[in-house]
C-alpha cells in the first residue's frame, strides 16, 4: 500500500508540482529505479555475508523490519522534497529499502510457511497487494483535494497515506521474530516432515 501511495504520485508530483516534462520524469524515475535495485542486489548479498552467520534464520525477517523502518523515514522526509530532482533521489532510496525488502521475503515465506501452503500464501498475498494497492490511489487523491483544491499539496497526501500503513507494517512485521518466530518456524518444519515424502530410490 505505501508503495501504491508513492510510487505511481511520484510522477504526477514531479509533473504537477515541479513543472517536469514527461521525458524528464521517464529518465528521472527510470534512472532512479536501476540505481535503487542494482544497490539493493549488492546490499543484499553483504547483508547475507554479514548478519546471517551472525543472527541465523531470523535475518531476512529481521531485515524485512529493517526495510520497512527506512521506507517509514523516507516518508517522514517526503514534504521535504523541494524539486523534481529531490522526488527522484527519494524514489531511489526508497525503492532501494523496498527491493531490499522483496528479496529476504521470499525467503521469510520459505522459512515459516509449510511447503503445501506456500502456493495458497503467495496468491492471497498477490490479491492483498493489489487490493491495497488499488486502494491508495483514490486515497491519496481524495487526501490531495483535501489539503488543496489545486493539487499543491499531493506531495504532503503521499506521506499521509503511506506513513500509516507503513507503521502497521512495522507492527506486524516486529511479531515475527525471538520465540514466535522460532515456534513458527518449527511447526513448519514438523508439518513438512509429515506431509513432504522423500520420492521412493527408484524416482529420484
Not at 514534504?79 to 533521489?89: I, K, Q, T
Request: aromatic share 8%; net charge neutral; with cysteine.
Amino acid at each position: 500500500m505505501a508503495f501504491g501511495a508513492i510510487g505511481p504520485w511520484t510522477a504526477i508530483a514531479a509533473t504537477r508540482i515541479f513543472g517536469a516534462s514527461p521525458s524528464e520524469v521517464g529518465a528521472g524515475m527510470g534512472a532512479a529505479q536501476i540505481i535503487s535495485a542494482l544497490s539493493a542486489f549488492l546490499a543484499s548479498l553483504v547483508v547475507t555475508r554479514i548478519a546471517l552467520p551472525r543472527f541465523g534464520a531470523v535475518t531476512p525477517a529481521l531485515m524485512l523490519t529493517v526495510t520497512a523502518s527506512g521506507m517509514l523515514l523516507c516518508a517522514f522526509a517526503l514534504p521535504l522534497m523541494n524539486s523534481a530532482a529531490a522526488l527522484y533521489a527519494f524514489f531511489a532510496v526508497f525503492g532501494f529499502f523496498l527491493s531490499m525488502g522483496a528479496m529476504f521475503q521470499p525467503t521469510v515465506f520459505q522459512t515459516l510457511v509449510p511447503q503445501p501452503m506456500i502456493g495458497r500464501i503467495v496468491a492471497v498475498q498477490f490479491i492483498a497487494t493489489m487490493l491495497g494497492a488499488s486502494a491508495v490511489g483514490p486515497l491519496v487523491g481524495a487526501a490531495s483535494d483535501w489539503l488543496a483544491s489545486d493539487g499543491s499539496r499531493i506531495v504532503e497526501a503521499m506521506a499521509a497515506v503511506a506513513l500509516p500503513a507503513l507503521v502497521v507494517a512495522i507492527v506486524l512485521l516486529h511479531q515475527v521474530r525471538g520465540a514466535r518466530f522460532h515456534a513458527a518456524k518449527s511447526e513448519a518444519e514438523q508439518i513438512n516432515t509429515i506431509t513432504v515424502q522423500p520420492l521412493p530410490d527408484d524416482l529420484s
